[in-house]
């Protein structure tokens, strides 16, 4: 009461009060940001970076008229509680101003109809008070330390769009690229749908970068893109300590995937879009040979003819177990090759032995494990192999290995 007194007594010519707390004073600055792009209120946008040098003003009121063209369905700024709390400390060089905070903030942007839920992705933003004046002043002072504000295919150049039935295909110059990209989505949707036993929305975007380096920093990967052909990413949630895949996009690697045969395209298009179709059952314990092994046996129509695995019983190097998570994105083209391999036969394998939907189910029981509840991944595998099977996972995998020497032995 006290202290709604003192508001009300106060001068009819008083300034705006300066929170005390500068969190809260730029949550509300990125509350007003987020409002003004979905509003499509450019003054109300510009005040948020009115202390900016010119260029950074220029380069986001381009990125705000790009954003708008955008079937723009939600859009949100706010500190992540989770984050970094302020970074300041690690500029090389500071702003000149009464206050400089560094804040990890998280962008959330859903496309309609296409995204069921947002994407989550992390801003580092320099912000900064003069008087009681908030601005924020650049979004890339600590790129050199490897802390890179998330940047969709728009932040580098205007993106077209060619969208039917659910899917959104957004892409840079070249339409006429574009719209076979979109029927062939279509295409896979269909065919995962007839595969994959679970519910889907069956809705994407599809993204097409200009280059190999684009897509490089949209994923902000340390590894090489060359032998990869497309990539499913996804925006990792953890709301109220569970574990949330949203924000679904499939981009198409353009360095490679276009000198592909057409039927490889497709295979590609329906192995990646399962990646989507699995996201709503995805869990903090699912590990890659599941992913991978699952969008292969039910995405696509050509399986891989076991080359690697054959050639490693033969001399060997077949070690009997399936890959770490790594191992799918580093090493030899051979050696991430019979990453692929070894998942896609694992799950034939559990196919084989407990009917079509086991890969599904084991999916769906590796999602059910609860990311808080005690235990190693290990254990949880193991938990959700004897849900789904009545056999725990070392069991399993031994019994593969063993069909797999017997087989190529």
């Known amino acids: 009461m006290l202290i709604a007194l003192a508001g009300a007594t106060a001068a009819p010519t008083a300034r705006a009060q300066t929170p005390a707390d500068w969190h809260t004073a ?10 003004s792009v979905l509003a499509g209120d450019r003054a109300a946008f510009d005040a948020t970076m009115s202390l900016a040098p010119r260029a ?5 009121d381009t990125w705000f008229s790009r954003m708008r063209a955008l079937p723009l369905g939600s859009y949100a700024l706010s500190l992540d509680p989770n984050g970094f709390d302020d970074l300041a400390d690690a500029l090389a060089t500071r702003p000149a101003a009464d206050e400089v905070h560094v804040a990890s903030a998280l962008e959330r942007i859903a496309l309609k109809p296409y995204d069921a839920t947002p994407s989550s992705e992390d801003l580092y933003l320099t912000i900064v008070r003069r008087g009681s004046t908030w601005s924020i002043v650049s979004d890339s002072d600590l790129d050199s330390l490897g802390l890179l504000s998330y940047r969709n ?10 969208s039917r039935g659910g899917v959104l295909v ?22 995962d749908k007839g595969r994959w036993p679970l519910s889907w929305p069956g809705r994407i975007v599809v993204i097409i970068p200009k280059s190999t380096s684009e897509l490089s ?11 990869f052909v497309a990539f499913t990413a996804s925006s990792a949630s953890r709301p109220n300590g569970d574990y949330r895949l949203t924000g679904n996009r499939v981009y198409v690697q353009p360095g490679t995937f276009f000198s592909t045969p057409l039927a490889f395209q497709g295979d590609t298009l329906s192995h990646e879009l399962l990646h989507v179709a699995t996201r709503g ?18 995405g696509q129509r050509t399986l891989p003819a076991l080359v690697d695995i054959s050639a490693r019983v033969a001399n060997g190097t077949f070690t009997g177990h399936l890959p770490k998570d790594f191992e799918f994105s580093l090493g030899s083209d051979d050696d991430i090759h019979n990453s692929y391999e070894e998942a896609s036969s694992f799950v034939s394998y559990l196919m084989s032995r407990f009917g079509k939907k086991a890969g599904a189910n084991l999916y769906k029981a590796l999602g059910n494990e609860s990311p808080i509840s ?5 254990y949880h595998l193991d938990h959700a192999c004897r849900a ?14 063993q069909k797999i020497r017997k087989e190529f032995g």
């Open 26 to 35: 730029v949550q509300q600055l990125l509350e007003k940001r987020a409002r």
């Open 56 to 60: 950074f003003r220029a380069a986001k």
């Open 153 to 162: 295919a728009w932040d580098f150049a205007p993106v077209g769009q060619a």
């Open 170 to 191: 957004l892409y840079q110059d070249d339409r006429a690229t574009a719209l076979p990209i979109l029927s062939a989505t279509q295409t896979a949707i269909a065919y």
């Open 217 to 227: 920093r949209i994923l902000q990967t340390t590894f090489d893109l060359g032998p």
């Open 281 to 298: 059952y995805a869990g903090g314990f699912t590990p890659s040979w599941m992913d991978e092994g699952d969008a292969q046996d039910y």
């Open 374 to 378: 005690f235990g190693t991944a290990r």
């Open 388 to 401: 789904a099977f009545g056999v725990g996972f070392d069991a399993l995998e031994r019994a593969w290995a």
